[in-house]
């Protein structure tokens, strides 16, 4: 295809060619010069003109020589072609989709080092694994098998496993419908259901995490001062009793250290964090191996662990060595430590603890081995209270009154009340890691597969290990062990740690590590959920938190991550905090699984994930068993995270920045918008639901802003935000040349409805023509059901101008569509007199002026009106006017019948009009009015004629030049209208219209008005004077609008008759009912 050109210019050509000449210079690449003209608005792209348009357009010349792509040359200013943005598009890293994006994009993404990406195996897996597999597995897991036995410990962590297996298929199914960027679960579910439900969700789950990190610092700090090193403890107790107590302040203080710590090493170093990950990870790994590995060795050599009994009773033996009461030393038998805690000396004579004296010391095994049948012992619950004994089934034991027992005694006794729906609590925070390998989405090799795989295979992998723990605890371990949290009957040793094989080290120290690493992980992990939270721009007070060090770390956020994480730990209690965090995981899961279903049974084009193994009804069944097993865990504390999330749902709907992702809440509200709009189609609604839905009419000054702000105060006040309302406008010309000026107008449209808080919808129309562009609107303003059936719209106050000749024609033609329309109109008159939003009156009448049925718009407007807070002390007033023949008596009290049946509360009053003779003022305007009109249709008419001759002599003087212009551009010629001016003609016509001039003066003086217009003033100046004499004081009048003239001819004598109703009051909103009752006695 040829590119290069000769412009040859049109008049050049003398054969007629021009057209074609003129067809070649329209070819792409070729500059097109002044004359070419400017570009029309949606022709393409603006072009360029002078030396750089020159240049560029050789470039352009240049890059399209040789290439077939010339016709798109436009569309390439600002859309790549698809052979460059496809390599793009498949090696998509963290940006966010888009043209531009890639384009501004691309130089730095060159610049930067290429980072390993992480498989399946590295990247979701053993994440996972990690985060699953925790503090609770060894530090609680012995305890709730022990407390809730086999049976109901298989059923809570059956109920907690499906309940993430079940999240992770949803979760599965919206990580593999696109890319999914940086920021893992919050992401998914802020583009799921949208910026409320995702910064009241991700604000849960960051709050899951802190709580987990946390937790997890707790859990360190009492392996470390319960297993470890005991003698470092700060608070000594000095009785049994206030060891718990000893407890927890010690763990405030370390914990408080260390969490201290660990923000610090996050502050320095985060590299160091994850290069650590794989070491935790082998630690847990090794601890459950070992674990296994003892579970066998009990098979066939059970290790030699005595537990000591006091009849059923478990004994602790931090105190004491021997397990029995005497013992023989040499050929003498002497007491034991243990009699000393039950009897007030050493001496066999000594007065014990009844229970002490009656009972028998037993020795037991703690760990009798997998063959030795404890299985059966282990299968169902033994819940205890709070400072219960841990007692062992099936031993002797001789019952005493509980008054006798003393302090001190070294029993083994419960902490805390025990039942089911307290260990879901404390169980499930053991579970809560399924998202460590979507929250990495950013660093892996291929998110949409490595995410499902690796997460599902992490539950089953986990899911099996708990399972088959709680078998294997209960098989191995004696019922008064596993019920023994801190190993007190085992010289407080742990209790798993006692289990595994080679040394109970092996399980203390891989323990300590991994609860050590796992706080750190959420200490990483939780200020950059924060971060990307603040980023996002939903939540304005969160903003600050968005900010960092240079490099990005979230330094702001670690900070109130570690203020928060505080809290949880001068809680204290491992149990206590378990819940807290288990609350905020299972509302952030049962999200996941909404968002799923949504999209699922929205079936958006755009969900079309490639994870097939999925359905809504799984994602349904997930949703309701995590919001069960919220309330099963704790329902106050349930109420108290919903509570927590609605609030920041409500903030950041209220204050938050608008964001549009495409997400599920507004498909879903599409879709019942349009199964709303489909079922009120059917018909119009019954008078007991009709509400008056306002197209509002707004005019615009020259610089596109709204003239009369105060019709939208009137329509706030009016609907009170209920209902539908549009607010209308007009520009006159073409929507090519004026939609710059239609978007600036609509801009300044919606920023007044914002200020006045009108809830509704814009829509602005560009037409040749005022008057057909309300036509317009009047006309197909609304969709469906939901259109409007009342026009408000203000009195047009220059009417009378000469600026303006034209606008009460307009407004009366707009009265006439809305009566075609069938749809009510409301006219206000000294608009900007009205109150707005922020005014109130304190008292006043609202006056009804009720002289034509109209369906009951005047009684409802008054009613609508006095339900907002400017109008709510205004009193209602009705007046109705009775005829000569009527009983006014009995036309009150009917009135007042009525309006008790309407529950409408107002005072009636009867006006009588007398009638009189036509008065000489009401005759005088009259006639005044009709010569203006006369008038103005003379002026109009002599404006016409001199327009038209001009044109005409126009026109010949063009068609003495070409031949062809006179033929098909020259009307036929009047008579009077010559080219040929001679002094006699010229001296003919001036005393023409001279002599025309002064016939239609004589005329216009010597006019008679018209009998049906005198009657019609007469009516407005008697009615006048009647609303002036009793509603003058009034705040507002509202008035019966007299319908408009059937012969057109006397439109402007209608606006007058309408100036003259309304004269001297204040505010007044005329009415026009639409034909059809809009008020109801029935219910």
Same mark, same amino acid.
């Given at each position: 295809?040829?590119?290069?050109?000769?412009?040859?210019?049109?008049?050049?050509?003398?054969?007629?060619?021009?057209?074609?000449?003129?067809?070649?210079?329209?070819?792409?690449?070729?500059?097109?010069?002044?004359?070419?003209?400017?570009?029309?608005?949606?022709?393409?792209?603006?072009?360029?003109?002078?030396?750089? +348009?020159?240049?560029?357009?050789?470039?352009?010349?240049?890059?399209?020589?040789?290439?077939?792509?010339?016709?798109?040359?436009?569309?390439?200013?600002?859309?790549?072609?698809?052979?460059?943005?496809?390599?793009?598009?498949?090696?998509?890293?963290?940006?966010?989709?888009?043209?531009?994006?890639?384009?501004?994009?691309?130089?730095?993404?060159?610049?930067?080092?290429?980072?390993?990406?992480?498989?399946?195996?590295?990247?979701?897996?053993?994440?996972?694994?990690?985060?699953?597999?925790?503090?609770?597995?060894?530090?609680?897991?012995?305890?709730?098998?022990?407390?809730?036995?086999?049976?109901?410990?298989?059923?809570?962590?059956?109920?907690?496993?499906?309940?993430?297996?079940?999240?992770?298929?949803?979760?599965?199914?919206?990580?593999?419908?696109?890319?999914?960027?940086?920021?893992?679960?919050?992401?998914?579910?802020?583009?799921?259901?949208?910026?409320?439900?995702?910064?009241? !969700?991700?604000?849960?789950?960051?709050?899951?995490?802190?709580?987990?990190?946390?937790?997890?610092?707790?859990?360190?700090?009492?392996?470390?001062?319960?297993?470890?090193?005991?003698?470092?403890?700060?608070?000594?107790?000095?009785?049994?009793?206030?060891?718990?107590?000893?407890?927890?302040?010690?763990?405030?203080?370390?914990?408080?250290?260390?969490?201290?710590?660990?923000?610090?090493?996050?502050?320095?170093?985060?590299?160091?964090?994850?290069?650590?990950?794989?070491?935790?990870?082998?630690?847990?790994?090794?601890?459950?191996?070992?674990?296994?590995?003892?579970?066998?060795?009990?098979?066939?050599?059970?290790?030699?662990?005595?537990?000591?009994?006091?009849?059923?009773?478990?004994?602790?033996?931090?105190?004491?060595?021997?397990?029995?009461?005497?013992?023989?030393?040499?050929?003498?038998?002497?007491?034991?430590?243990?009699?000393?805690?039950?009897?007030?000396?050493?001496?066999?004579?000594?007065?014990?603890?009844?229970?002490?004296?009656?009972?028998?010391?037993?020795?037991?095994?703690?760990?009798?081995?997998?063959?030795?049948?404890?299985?059966?012992?282990?299968?169902?619950?033994?819940?205890?209270?709070?400072?219960?004994?841990?007692?062992?089934?099936?031993?002797?034991?001789?019952?005493?009154?509980?008054?006798?027992?003393?302090?001190?005694?070294?029993?083994?006794?419960?902490?805390?009340?025990?039942?089911?729906?307290?260990? !879901?609590?404390?169980?499930?925070?053991?579970?809560?890691?399924?998202?460590?390998?979507?929250?990495?989405?950013?660093?892996?090799?291929?998110?949409?597969?490595?995410?499902?795989?690796?997460?599902?295979?992490?539950?089953?992998?986990?899911?099996?290990?708990?399972?088959?723990?709680?078998?294997?605890?209960?098989?191995?371990?004696?019922?008064?062990?596993?019920?023994?949290?801190?190993?007190?009957?085992?010289?407080?040793?742990?209790?798993?740690?006692?289990?595994?094989?080679?040394?109970?080290?092996?399980?203390?120290?891989?323990?300590?590590?991994?609860?050590?690493?796992?706080?750190?992980?959420?200490?990483?992990?939780?200020?950059?959920?924060?971060?990307?939270?603040?980023?996002?721009?939903?939540?304005?007070?969160?903003?600050?938190?968005?900010?960092?060090?240079?490099?990005?770390?979230?330094?702001?956020?670690?900070?109130?991550?570690?203020?928060?994480?505080?809290?949880?730990?001068?809680?204290?209690?491992?149990?206590?905090?378990?819940?807290?965090?288990?609350?905020?995981?299972?509302?952030?899961?049962?999200?996941?699984?909404?968002?799923?279903?949504?999209?699922?049974?929205?079936?958006?084009?755009?969900?079309?994930?490639?994870?097939?193994?999925?359905?809504?009804?799984?994602?349904?069944?997930?949703?309701?068993?995590?919001?069960?097993?919220?309330?099963?865990?704790?329902?106050?504390?349930?109420?108290?995270?919903?509570?927590?999330?609605?609030?920041?749902?409500?903030?950041?709907?209220?204050?938050?920045?608008?964001?549009?992702?495409?997400?599920?809440?507004?498909?879903?509200?599409?879709?019942? +918008?349009?199964?709303?709009?489909?079922?009120?189609?059917?018909?119009?609604?019954?008078?007991?639901?009709?509400?008056?839905?306002?197209?509002?009419?707004?005019?615009?000054?020259?610089?596109?802003?709204?003239?009369?702000?105060?019709?939208?105060?009137?329509?706030?006040?009016?609907?009170?935000?209920?209902?539908?309302?549009?607010?209308?406008?007009?520009?006159?010309?073409?929507?090519?040349?004026?939609?710059?000026?239609?978007?600036?107008?609509?801009?300044?449209?919606?920023?007044?409805?914002?200020?006045?808080?009108?809830?509704?919808?814009?829509?602005?129309?560009?037409?040749?023509?005022?008057?057909?562009?309300?036509?317009?609107?009047?006309?197909?303003?609304?969709?469906?059901?939901?259109?409007?059936?009342?026009?408000?719209?203000?009195?047009?106050?220059?009417?009378?101008?000469?600026?303006?000749?034209?606008?009460?024609?307009?407004?009366?033609?707009?009265?006439?569509?809305?009566?075609?329309?069938?749809?009510?109109?409301?006219? +206000?008159?000294?608009?900007?007199?009205?109150?707005?939003?922020?005014?109130?009156?304190?008292?006043?009448?609202?006056? !009804?002026?009720?002289?034509?049925?109209?369906?009951?718009?005047?009684?409802?407007?008054?009613?609508?009106?006095?339900?907002?807070?400017?109008?709510?002390?205004?009193?209602?007033?009705?007046?109705?006017?009775?005829?000569?023949?009527?009983?006014?008596?009995?036309?009150?009290?009917?009135?007042?019948?009525?309006?008790?049946?309407?529950?409408?509360?107002?005072?009636?009053?009867?006006?009588?009009?007398?009638?009189?003779?036509?008065?000489?003022?009401?005759?005088?305007?009259?006639?005044?009015?009709?010569?203006?009109?006369?008038?103005?249709?003379?002026?109009?008419?002599?404006?016409?004629?001199?327009?038209?001759?001009?044109?005409?002599?126009?026109?010949?003087?063009?068609?003495?030049?070409?031949?062809?212009?006179?033929?098909?551009?020259?009307?036929?010629?009047?008579?009077?209208?010559?080219?040929?001016?001679?002094?006699?003609?010229?001296?003919?016509?001036?005393?023409?219209?001279?002599? +025309?001039?002064?016939?239609?003066?004589?005329?216009?003086?010597?006019?008679?008005?018209?009998?049906?217009?005198?009657?019609?003033?007469?009516?407005?100046?008697?009615?006048?004077?009647?609303?002036?004499?009793?509603?003058?004081?009034?705040?507002?009048?509202?008035?019966?609008?007299?319908?408009?003239?059937?012969?057109?001819?006397?439109?402007?004598?209608?606006?007058?008759?309408?100036?003259?109703?309304?004269?001297?009051?204040?505010?007044?909103?005329?009415?026009?009912?639409?034909?059809?009752?809009?008020?109801?006695?029935?219910?």
């Amino acid at each position: 295809m040829p590119t290069n050109f000769t412009v040859v210019p049109v008049e050049a050509r003398a054969d007629g060619g021009g057209d074609e000449a003129a067809e070649r210079t329209d070819a792409p690449g070729v500059p097109q010069g002044p004359e070419s003209g400017g570009p029309s608005p949606g022709d393409g792209s603006a072009r360029e003109s002078g030396m750089l +348009a020159n240049s560029v357009e050789a470039e352009r010349e240049s890059f399209f020589e040789g290439k077939n792509m010339a016709l798109f040359e436009e569309e390439m200013d600002s859309n790549p072609m698809v052979s460059s943005l496809l390599n793009k598009l498949a090696n998509y890293t963290n940006l966010s989709q888009g043209v531009v994006e890639h384009e501004e994009d691309e130089d730095s993404k060159r610049r930067e080092v290429k980072t390993p990406r992480m498989g399946t195996f590295i990247g979701v897996y053993l994440p996972c694994l990690q985060n699953i597999l925790g503090v609770i597995l060894f530090l609680r897991l012995t305890w709730i098998v022990g407390a809730a036995g086999v049976l109901q410990s298989f059923l809570i962590v059956s109920m907690c496993c499906t309940c993430t297996m079940l999240t992770a298929i949803s979760m599965s199914a919206i990580a593999t419908n696109g890319v999914v960027p940086a920021g893992g679960s919050y992401y998914m579910i802020s583009r799921s259901l949208g910026p409320e439900f995702g910064g009241a !969700v991700g604000l849960c789950f960051y709050l899951g995490t802190t709580f987990a990190g946390a937790m997890y610092i707790l859990g360190t700090i009492e392996i470390f001062l319960t297993y470890i090193s005991t003698g470092v403890a700060v608070f000594q107790a000095e009785t049994v009793e206030g060891e718990a107590v000893a407890l927890l302040n010690n763990m405030r203080v370390y914990g408080t250290c260390t969490l201290a710590l660990m923000a610090l090493v996050v502050f320095v170093g985060v590299k160091y964090v994850n290069k650590l990950a794989l070491v935790f990870l082998a630690c847990v790994v090794l601890s459950i191996l070992a674990i296994y590995a003892g579970v066998i060795k009990t098979a066939f050599d059970p290790p030699d662990i005595p537990v000591c009994l006091l009849g059923n009773r478990t004994l602790s033996k931090r105190s004491f060595d021997v397990c029995s009461k005497m013992h023989v030393v040499g050929n003498n038998t002497v007491t034991t430590a243990l009699w000393g805690l039950f009897c007030n000396g050493s001496r066999p004579s000594a007065t014990c603890d009844e229970y002490f004296a009656q009972n028998n010391v037993t020795e037991i095994q703690g760990i009798p081995g997998v063959a030795s049948g404890v299985f059966l012992d282990n299968l169902w619950s033994t819940y205890a209270d709070k400072g219960a004994f841990v007692e062992k089934k099936g031993v002797p034991s001789v019952p005493v009154p509980e008054e006798g027992r003393t302090r001190g005694q070294p029993y083994v006794l419960t902490d805390i009340m025990t039942c089911f729906t307290m260990l !879901v609590g404390i169980y499930f925070p053991s579970v809560t890691g399924i998202m460590a390998g979507s929250n990495r989405s950013g660093d892996l090799k291929d998110a949409q597969k490595s995410i499902p795989t690796g997460t599902i295979l992490a539950i089953v992998t986990t899911s099996f290990i708990y399972l088959s723990c709680i078998a294997l605890f209960g098989a191995c371990i004696e019922g008064v062990v596993l019920r023994d949290k801190f190993g007190e009957a085992l010289q407080g040793n742990l209790v798993i740690g006692m289990l595994a094989w080679p040394s109970p080290w092996v399980i203390v120290i891989g323990s300590f590590f991994s609860t050590c690493g796992a706080g750190l992980q959420s200490l990483t992990g939780a200020p950059r959920l924060l971060q990307a939270i603040a980023r996002d721009g939903i939540v304005p007070f969160l903003q600050v938190f968005g900010h960092g060090k240079a490099n990005g770390e979230p330094t702001w956020a670690l900070l109130l991550t570690a203020l928060i994480c505080e809290t949880g730990i001068l809680i204290a209690s491992l149990d206590s905090v378990a819940p807290i965090l288990s609350m905020f995981f299972l509302m952030c899961y049962m999200f996941v699984n909404l968002a799923c279903a949504v999209q699922t049974l929205l079936r958006t084009p755009n969900w079309r994930p490639r994870f097939k193994f999925y359905h809504w009804t799984l994602s349904f069944l997930g949703m309701s068993l995590c919001l069960a097993l919220m309330f099963i865990c704790s329902w106050y504390y349930a109420l108290f995270a919903m509570l927590i999330a609605g609030c920041i749902y409500k903030y950041i709907e209220y204050r938050g920045a608008e964001k549009e992702w495409g997400d599920g809440i507004r498909g879903l509200s599409l879709n019942a +918008a349009r199964y709303a709009l489909l079922r009120v189609e059917h018909g119009p609604p019954h008078t007991k639901n009709w509400r008056p839905q306002v197209l509002v009419m707004l005019s615009l000054d020259t610089e596109q802003r709204v003239k009369h702000p105060r019709l939208l105060s009137l329509t706030s006040q009016l609907k009170a935000g209920k209902g539908l309302t549009i607010v209308g406008s007009v520009l006159e010309g073409t929507y090519l040349d004026k939609h710059e000026e239609a978007q600036c107008a609509e801009e300044n449209i919606r920023t007044l409805m914002g200020v006045e808080r009108t809830k509704g919808f814009c829509q602005l129309v560009v037409s040749s023509s005022l008057r057909d562009g309300m036509s317009h609107l009047i006309q197909s303003a609304g969709l469906g059901g939901m259109k409007h059936n009342t026009v408000l719209m203000a009195w047009p106050a220059s009417w009378k101008q000469a600026a303006g000749p034209f606008s009460w024609k307009n407004f009366v033609d707009t009265v006439r569509d809305t009566t075609a329309a069938q749809q009510a109109l409301l006219v +206000a008159k000294n608009i900007d007199a009205f109150p707005q939003n922020q005014e109130r009156f304190s008292e006043g009448h609202i006056d !009804v002026w009720w002289v034509v049925h109209d369906g009951g718009m005047l009684m409802l407007l008054p009613f609508l009106l006095r339900q907002h807070k400017v109008w709510r002390k205004c009193r209602m007033r009705i007046f109705t006017v009775a005829q000569v023949d009527d009983n006014s008596i009995q036309m009150k009290k009917d009135l007042q019948t009525f309006l008790y049946h309407l529950r409408i509360s107002a005072e009636v009053e009867v006006v009588e009009m007398v009638e009189n003779d036509i008065s000489a003022f009401t005759y005088e305007k009259t006639l005044m009015m009709e010569q203006r009109s006369q008038m103005l249709k003379q002026m109009q008419l002599s404006k016409t004629e001199r327009e038209r001759e001009a044109q005409l002599i126009h026109d010949r003087n063009t068609a003495s030049h070409t031949a062809v212009a006179s033929k098909t551009q020259a009307p036929p010629t009047p008579d009077k209208v010559q080219m040929t001016w001679t002094k006699e003609k010229l001296v003919t016509e001036k005393h023409k219209n001279k002599d +025309a001039g002064v016939t239609g003066l004589r005329d216009l003086f010597s006019l008679k008005p018209d009998q049906s217009n005198v009657r019609r003033m007469h009516t407005a100046v008697k009615l006048n004077g009647v609303v002036l004499s009793k509603s003058q004081d009034a705040q507002l009048v509202l008035l019966n609008m007299p319908g408009p003239p059937r012969n057109r001819q006397g439109d402007e004598n209608y606006m007058e008759f309408l100036e003259v109703l309304t004269e001297g009051l204040n505010r007044v909103l005329l009415v026009r009912g639409s034909g059809r009752e809009v008020i109801t006695i029935y219910s």
